[in-house]
């Protein structure tokens, strides 16, 4: 449970800034630093157990159906980053107290900080390819809400933006590689992948699946040609750049290459790729750096050329060449983490990061500058500091690689170069800052940090030395873990400060003096690069990303030009491909099956169908005639399922067709009595011709299935309805056990769209019309007395059967669903029959939380079960003995009915009734005329009722003034 509770507290640590930032800055400070310190004391405390050959996991089921599981492991890898993910994390929460000033929201920057300190230790201990790829999309998220912290600055939003849609497409990359992966070994597992190389290796799909995975691994990790949004991600705050850009977001795909080695990394086309694409980006970053006036320019182009030099170790792929990038990415961390902060500190108290704008700083900051000093040559290479030691070991792994076969004389040479370009940055960093005479002063007026400010600078610049002068204490125990992590077995080395005059020490020694003079050549370099037209990344990026958008506003425009037909046809012309497709495959259309046998009631029934379907389409513009030719289809296929014995469909259909068509007469009443005609000659044909060769396309396919015997889920209902759900209607115990999930979310969703509707129709004002389409107006008998007087019978009976209904579901056809629909039915009958105004007079409360009663009825039904241990959803039922009724059984699916039923009445009555208020007498009307007016007169003539007297406000208008037209009344 240890490592369970590592990634658990940092969770909870996303909270602590939200409940102290109140409590001031220090304070906040302080409760921030407190979950990841335990954490890292919890990582720390499963050292013991990793020496003794160990391997701390924890895996809890989650998804199994989907392979992902909750799995943490802890091995020699995921030490060594959670280390540098925990500890440099506790330094950049120490240097962010100093850098923000006091009027930032600093709370909320915790936050951030902290979610994305939760997604790389979720990234570094996921021992599930699922669960990685989760965190790794969520190292996007909180990335780019750090990178736009000062959302107000220009280039924070476009960097922002730049790095979430770079990572974020090399995720999805990912994610299809990590699936291909999963599918090659049968499992998601981490454990599995690892042990199963040979298997990837000699799938056919392996070249496919690693390309996609490096997608991934290059566009997180900043490497060639994905390099250009690390650098605009510096517009972040300081302390982002020296998290996330040196030790932590940018090694998540350094740490990924180094994670899947063991199954990806055997093959010919792992070191191609990955050595030649590290190399790159090794060179370009080391050039552009040299070129670069920005501290944090120069500082990112940098981590790109050491991050490249990473990459071209894991692509080398030795077992020295992994020990000696895990033995970098340490080293990075350290003395990069320092420079980043080092130029924090030199923004922070000059207000100046330009190298143009500073000079001469190591009287004013004499402390700042010796730590500079150290971690810049750290950075560089010079002996004695622990990048000395790798890069060394760097130079000595290409001189061994065994990749260009002729032509591998020239990575030593190119690494020789990256190695030369590194030196000269370093120098021209440090003497441009500290040593170079000002050519202005800086905007402030330059002193040393406060103390605490500049010590976690202090610590890091300490462990350069200290590692580099006893590397065999320093570094040993965890590079040995490490690396034995990646190969998956121990690996005999011995770190030093001195191996010997050597080929590998040459280099670096030719490194370094050539360093020295390309950096007093610098200012050729520069002029010779003027000539070439300058090329910025961010114009590039937003250049290429408005052009897609104009290119996808052109193909929109295009296919969606509003016309409804258009959409239709495009839809259905795709339908009619896909379905031809597939009939003129089969060798016969007729299976083995023989059809039913043709009766009259089915030709009849058939022929009204046809009737009702022909008359709705050529009566469409015609709204009240096309609406009776649709329910004469909706009647027909309700006897359809009656006739072929499927009562509960028949009787839900039934239901649903009076709703739909009350929903439709209210809707529609505000629409005009005729449509114009919309369609020319031309289209009509186009559209007969697709619906009628739609038409025997789909009727050709469901001969083709129904001719055929098919294998159905139906009878494991029929089989198991009453042993496994206690009832003997299949359809009621399916949707109120075996897919009561499913039954959940729709009645959500149906609640869901009735408050919806019922916020949209609150209040609406609609033109109401006064007269039909040829001039009549409505009859002033609002509420007819045969349909009142018919109602007051109906109602009782209506709602009898509803109840009837619904308690005879479970057994026999019925069930919430269908009795809903018939109570609603019965109470819109009142609402016709008696007006808005009297119903809701005795009516006296509200549907939305009758609708929400329901959905809780049927959640808490399912929350139920896990009181007894059983799953979500899970039923019961048994028999039991009542007095006076005698022996019955009773089922926990009816409570869950209960809430379906509350559900269906409160969301239908949400909708109707809410439209037929728009009908009411409260809405807002013209002013009424003087009582001894010709407009009054007329009204009395034509024996229309009188508008509400003038003045008189109503609920739906608020006193407001409503202007109207000629014929129409404002609703």
């Not at 690390?230 to 940018?250: D, K, N, R, W």
């Not at 040299?290 to 030795?318: C, P, Q, W």
Request: neutral net charge.
């Amino acid at each position: 449970m240890i490592l369970l509770w590592i990634p658990l507290l940092i969770l909870l640590g996303v909270l602590v800034p939200a409940f102290t930032a109140r409590r001031g800055r220090g304070f906040c400070t302080l409760a921030t630093a407190t979950p990841p310190a335990l954490a890292l004391l919890l990582t720390l405390s499963q050292v013991p157990a990793l020496l003794g050959g160990e391997l701390p996991r924890i895996a809890l089921t989650w998804m199994p159906s989907l392979g992902l599981d909750l799995a943490f492991r802890l091995d020699g890898l995921s030490l060594l980053f959670a280390t540098l993910i925990l500890g440099i994390g506790l330094l950049i929460i120490l240097y962010t107290h100093f850098y923000l000033s006091a009027e930032e929201p600093y709370g909320r920057f915790y936050a951030y900080l902290i979610l994305f300190m939760l997604s790389m230790l979720g990234i570094v201990m996921a021992d599930n390819l699922l669960l990685l790829w989760f965190f790794w999309e969520l190292t996007s998220l909180s990335s780019f809400l750090l990178i736009g912290y000062w959302s107000y600055r220009t280039d924070a939003r476009k960097g922002a933006r730049m790095a979430m849609t770079v990572t974020g497409a090399g995720g999805l990359a990912l994610l299809a590689g990590f699936l291909l992966l999963g599918d090659m070994v049968g499992s998601f597992d981490l454990g599995v992948v690892l042990s199963n190389a040979d298997v990837i290796l000699a799938d056919p799909r392996y070249p496919i699946m690693l390309v996609l995975v490096l997608l991934g691994a290059f566009t997180k990790s900043a490497q060639f040609p994905f390099q250009f949004w690390l650098p605009h991600a510096m517009a972040a705050p300081t302390p982002v750049s020296a998290y996330l850009h040196s030790a932590t977001m940018v090694k998540a795909g350094i740490f990924l290459m180094a994670r899947l080695h063991p199954a990806l990394g055997g093959s010919e086309l792992w070191g191609w790729l990955v050595t030649l694409t590290g190399m790159a980006t090794f060179l370009y970053g080391a050039w552009f750096a040299l070129l670069k006036t920005d501290l944090k320019a120069i500082l990112a182009f940098s981590t790109v050329s050491h991050l490249g030099l990473i990459t071209a170790l894991l692509g080398i792929g030795s077992p020295m060449a992994i020990l000696a990038a895990l033995f970098h990415i340490l080293n990075h961390a350290t003395f990069k983490g320092a420079l980043f902060m080092s130029a924090g500190i030199i923004d922070h108290e000059t207000g100046a990061r330009e190298l143009g704008k500073l000079g001469g700083l190591r009287r004013a900051m004499p402390i700042t500058a010796l730590l500079t000093c150290i971690t810049a040559a750290s950075m560089a290479g010079v002996p004695l500091l622990n990048g000395f030691l790798s890069k060394e070991m760097f130079f000595a792994e290409t001189l061994n690689a065994e990749l260009l076969g002729g032509l591998g004389w020239l990575l030593p040479v190119l690494a020789t170069l990256g190695g030369l370009l590194s030196v000269a940055y370093s120098l021209r960093l440090v003497h441009g800052v500290f040593f170079k005479p000002a050519k202005e002063p800086p905007p402030k007026s330059p002193h040393e940090p406060p103390r605490l400010m500049r010590a976690p600078v202090e610590l890091l610049a300490a462990l350069c030395v200290a590692v580099g002068l006893f590397p065999a204490i320093m570094a040993t125990g965890i590079l040995d873990l490490a690396t034995r992590a990646v190969l998956r077995e121990p690996l005999e080395f011995h770190l030093a400060i001195w191996h010997g005059v050597n080929l590998p020490l040459a280099m670096s020694l030719v490194a370094l003096t050539a360093g020295v003079v390309t950096y007093g050549l610098h200012s050729h370099l520069r002029r010779f690069t003027r000539q070439f037209a300058p090329v910025d990344a961010r114009l590039v990026f937003e250049g290429s990303i408005q052009r897609l958008v104009t290119s996808t506003e052109v193909l929109t425009r295009q296919l969606e030009n509003g016309s409804l037909q258009r959409y239709m046809s495009l839809l259905l012309g795709t339908a009619l491909l896909l379905a031809t497709l597939g009939l003129v495959q089969l060798p016969e259309l007729a299976g083995g099956k023989a059809p039913q046998p043709l009766d009259t009631v089915l030709v009849l029934g058939a022929a009204l169908m046809i009737f009702g379907a022909m008359g709705t389409v050529i009566t469409h513009r015609y709204r009240l005639i096309s609406l009776l030719m649709l329910s004469v289809v909706g009647l027909v296929v309700s006897l359809t399922f009656a006739r072929f014995s499927a009562p509960d469909l028949a009787l839900t259909q039934l239901s649903v067709e009076v709703v739909t068509m009350i929903l439709l007469m209210l809707a529609l009443f505000f629409l005009p009595q005729k449509t114009p005609k919309e369609s020319s000659a031309s289209r009509n044909i186009r559209d007969l011709a697709l619906a009628g060769t739609l038409g025997m396309v789909v009727a050709s396919l469901n001969y083709a299935v129904l001719t055929r015997e098919i294998d159905s889920i139906s009878g494991f209902f029929i089989a198991n309805s009453v042993p496994g759900g206690g009832g003997h209607n299949v359809v009621n115990v399916i949707l109120v056990d075996f897919r009561g999930f499913d039954t959940l979310g729709e009645i959500t969703v149906l609640a869901l769209a009735g408050l919806a509707i019922f916020k949209m129709l609150n209040r609406l004002r609609l033109f109401m019309p006064h007269s039909d389409g040829e001039g009549r107006l409505w009859s002033p008998d609002r509420y007819p007395m045969i349909l009142t007087t018919v109602s007051r019978v109906l109602l009782p009976l209506a709602l009898l059967v509803s109840a009837f209904i619904f308690l005879r579901g479970h057994n026999q056809p019925g069930g919430g669903f269908i009795a809903g629909l018939i109570t609603a039915v019965a109470l819109i009958l009142i609402y016709m029959a008696r007006g808005v105004e009297w119903t809701q007079a005795r009516l006296d409360f509200q549907y939305q939380p009758v609708a929400i009663a329901g959905l809780a009825t049927a959640t808490l039904t399912g929350l139920g079960s896990w009181l007894f241990g059983y799953p979500f959803l899970t039923s019961s039922y048994g028999h039991f003995h009542i007095p006076l009724i005698g022996d019955i059984e009773l089922a926990t699916a009816i409570l869950f009915d209960l809430g379906v039923y509350l559900t269906v009445v409160g969301a239908t009555l949400m909708i109707l009734a809410n439209l037929g208020k728009l009908t009411t007498p409260h809405r807002p009307v013209k002013e009424a005329p003087a009582p001894h007016s010709k407009e009054a007169s007329a009204a009395a003539d034509k024996k229309t009722p009188p508008p509400p007297p003038a003045g008189k406000e109503t609920p739906a208008t608020h006193g407001e003034a409503t202007p109207t037209t000629p014929g129409q009344e404002r609703v």
